[in-house]
C-alpha cells in the first residue's frame, strides 16, 4: 500500500511539473506534427488517467518501461549504475558507522571534558557542512592545491570518474585503478556520516553508561571493559540500530551531489540526469527503488531491535519462566 502510495504521488507530481520530454528530442524549429508524432511514440498523446493505468498494469508484470532519453529499458540504466552506488554507499556505511561508534565512545567516556566539547563541536560542523561543499573542497585540494605543493603525479588522486581515461588495466590494477578513484568521493560520505553517528552513538553510550545495572555492576568490582562489553554496548545497541536502518537506504541511493561532483556514474547522477531531461520512467523506476529499499531497511531495522533490545529479551524470558 505505501509503495503505490509513493509511485502514484511520484507519476502525478512529475506529470504535473512543466516541461516536456519530447520537445527535448526533437529539432528546435520541429513543427507541431514532428512533436506530436514524438508524443505519441512515448505514449504521451493520452490523458493522465490513461497513462497513469499503462503505467500500473506494464508495473505490475514487472515492466518497468523505457528511457525516454536512451532508449534502452529502465531496468538496464538502473543495472548500469547500481555496482557504483552500492561500491561507494557499502564501504562510506561501514566506514561511518565502525568510525562513528569509536568516536562516540569515546566522547562519551569523557563528556563534559575540553576534549569532548571541541570533538562535538568539529563533529557538528562536519554533520551540518553541505556534501557539495566538501566534496568540491577536496576537488580543489586533489587538483590544484596537489599541483601548488608539487605532489609527483603517482601520489596526486584523481578527482573525477571511475577509471583512468584512456587506459586499459584489469585485474588488480583495475582494482587499484578504482581504490584511487573512490578515495574522495568515499572520504565525504564517510566523515559526514560517522559525524553523524558519533552524535547518536555518544549519546546511547553516555545513557548506558549511567544505567542502574551498569553502575552496580561497576560496584561490584568489574573492569570498564567487560561492563562495556557485557552492559553498555548492548544497551546502545538498540537506538544505534534504528540509526543505521534509517542510514541503509544510502547504500543504493548514493550522494546525489557527490556522485555528481566526482562524475561518479551511480544511480544518484542517473536521477538528476532524468530529471534534468524529464526521462519520466528512470524517474519512476529509482523512486520505486529507494522506497522499497526504505522500506525493507525499516523493517529490518525493527526486526533486529525486537533481537537485541535487553529490555525485550528480558519481557520475553520473564514471559517464559512465569508460563
Known sequence: MLLWLVATLTFLLIRLA???????????????????????????????LAQYGRWIIALLQGD???????AIPVRTVISEALPYSLWLGSLSLMGSVLLGVMMGSWQARRAGSTADGV???????????????????????????AATLGLPANLRLPAFGVRTAAVELDGVAALGDLLRHSVLPLTVLTLTGAAGI??????????????PHVMSARARGLTDARVRRGHVLRNALTPLIVLVGLALPGVVAGSVFVEQVFAWPGLGRTMLAAIASRDYPVVLGLTLLYASVVIVANLVADLLVQRVDPRRSAT???GGVRA
Open 18 to 48: 512543466p516541461g516536456d520530454p519530447a520537445a527535448l528530442l526533437v529539432a528546435p524549429d520541429a513543427d507541431a506534427a514532428t512533436l506530436a508524432r514524438q508524443r505519441a511514440a512515448f505514449g504521451l498523446d493520452g490523458s493522465l
Open 64 to 70: 518497468l518501461g523505457t528511457s525516454l532519453a536512451r
Open 119 to 145: 570533538a562535538t563541536v568539529a563533529g557538528t560542523m562536519l554533520y551540518a557542512a553541505p556534501h557539495f561543499w566538501l566534496a568540491l573542497g577536496l576537488v580543489v585540494l586533489a587538483t590544484t592545491g
Open 198 to 211: 558519533a552524535r547518536y552513538a555518544r549519546s546511547a553510550m553516555r545513557a548506558a553508561w549511567r544505567a
Open 316 to 318: 520475553a524470558h520473564d
